[in-house]
Nanobody, 119 residues
Framework: QVQLVESGGGLVQAGGSLRLSCAASGRTIRTYAMGWFRQAPGKEREFVAAITWSGGRINYADSVKGRFTISRDNAKNTVYLQMNSLKPEDTAVYYC????????????WGQGTQVTVSS
């Protein structure tokens, strides 16, 4: 069973940067696809970015393309989300999630980390 813990959130001014980390424990995630999602107050959770187990395929939501970068370090069992040029509309709780080999849906989630972007 994988456990995920996000960190790195905080308060930043518009135009600033943050790097979120998602540390996995319990087992290696080197064969897992990993994703970042976010949920703003009063809104549905939405997809932000995803990376395959090898890092060979990466996808982003249109709203973050060119500003956010997802990466992973399988040796450290950690996934990252570098967020640049932050906007107030990026304010949300950010969650990482894992999807094991052959699993259709993300089935393990972290507790989330708050990102607040002030204008």
């Amino acid at each position: 069973q994988v456990q995920l813990v996000e960190s790195g959130g905080g308060l930043v001014q518009a135009g600033g940067s943050l790097r979120l980390s998602c540390a996995a424990s319990g087992r290696t995630i080197r064969t897992y696809a990993m994703g970042w999602f976010r949920q703003a107050p009063g809104k549905e959770r939405e997809f932000v970015a995803a990376i395959t187990w090898s890092g060979g395929r990466i996808n982003y939501a249109d709203s973050v393309k060119g500003r956010f970068t997802i990466s992973r370090d399988n040796a450290k069992n950690t996934v990252y989300l570098q967020m640049n040029s932050l906007k107030p509309e990026d304010t949300a709780v950010y969650y990482c999630a894992s999807r094991g080999p052959g699993v259709a849906e993300y089935d393990t989630w972290g507790q989330g980390t708050q990102v607040t972007v002030s204008s």
